[in-house]
């Protein structure tokens, strides 16, 4: 039983290009959390996804990102126009329930570097 | 959510037990204490969950006092392998977000 799947693990992209992050949830999930890590720090919340529908996106930044979760396929973050400061661990979680025990599957990450 | 303080960082020995104390003076009715467990480049893995008294699992025990104003995660006989950042999370768990302080870094010593 396959866990959360990111790719890719490493990232490297130039100002201004755009990234794109994908998660595949584990299976039986379909609720998915988008977390950035930066270093030396706790993660950070972004945004709740369930399938086709966005349920918090309190912590995503207004401009350049966005998040989605369509019917089939991966959940996929995207940020546009990159900078420097976007430079990070982007997390991904699943599961299977939306409330209930806190318990949330990660994934191993994406690192993503801008220069 | 309850804001929580931890030590920032922490060394053990190899076959010591290894206590963490979490401080959650505002800890809400509703809120559960949480720990996970992060090793260098991997994502965070739920390791214990408690509301009050004591819970036990296979990895960890985690020792709730009655006020609930604070919580310590044990880990029996650490390995070098133990060697990792270490979250405690206080909040409702019908709260969809989970918000992660900077933890407690445990560095285990041969």
């Known amino acids: 039983n396959a866990g959360v799947m990111q790719n890719p693990r490493h990232l490297v992209r130039r100002r201004g290009q755009e990234a794109r992050l994908r998660c595949s949830p584990m299976k039986g999930h379909s609720h998915v959390y988008w977390y950035r890590q930066l270093p030396e720090e706790g993660l950070k919340f972004m945004v709740y996804l369930q399938k086709e529908n966005i349920i918090d996106e309190s912590g995503m930044p207004k401009e350049r990102f966005s998040a989605e979760f369509p019917k089939e396929g991966p959940s996929i973050l995207r940020i546009q126009q990159v900078v420097r400061g976007d430079s990070a661990a982007y997390f991904c979680?699943?599961?299977?329930?939306?409330?209930?025990?806190?318990?949330?599957?990660f994934g191993p990450g994406t690192r993503l570097t801008v220069t | 959510l309850a804001k929580t303080t931890q030590p920032i960082s922490m060394d053990s020995y190899e076959g010591q037990e290894v206590n963490i104390t979490c401080s959650h003076n505002n800890i809400a009715t509703n809120d559960y204490i949480t720990w996970y467990q992060q090793f260098p480049s991997q994502g965070p893995r739920f390791i214990i969950q408690g509301y009050k008294t004591k819970v036990t699992n296979e990895v960890a025990s985690l020792f709730i006092p009655a006020d609930r104003k604070s919580s310590t995660l044990s880990l029996p006989r650490v390995s070098l392998s133990d060697t990792a950042v270490y979250y405690c999370l206080v909040g409702d768990v019908r709260d969809d977000k989970i918000i992660f302080g900077k933890g407690t870094r445990l560095h285990i010593l041969p």
């Open positions: 979680a699943s599961s299977l329930f939306r409330t209930g025990d806190y318990e949330q599957y």
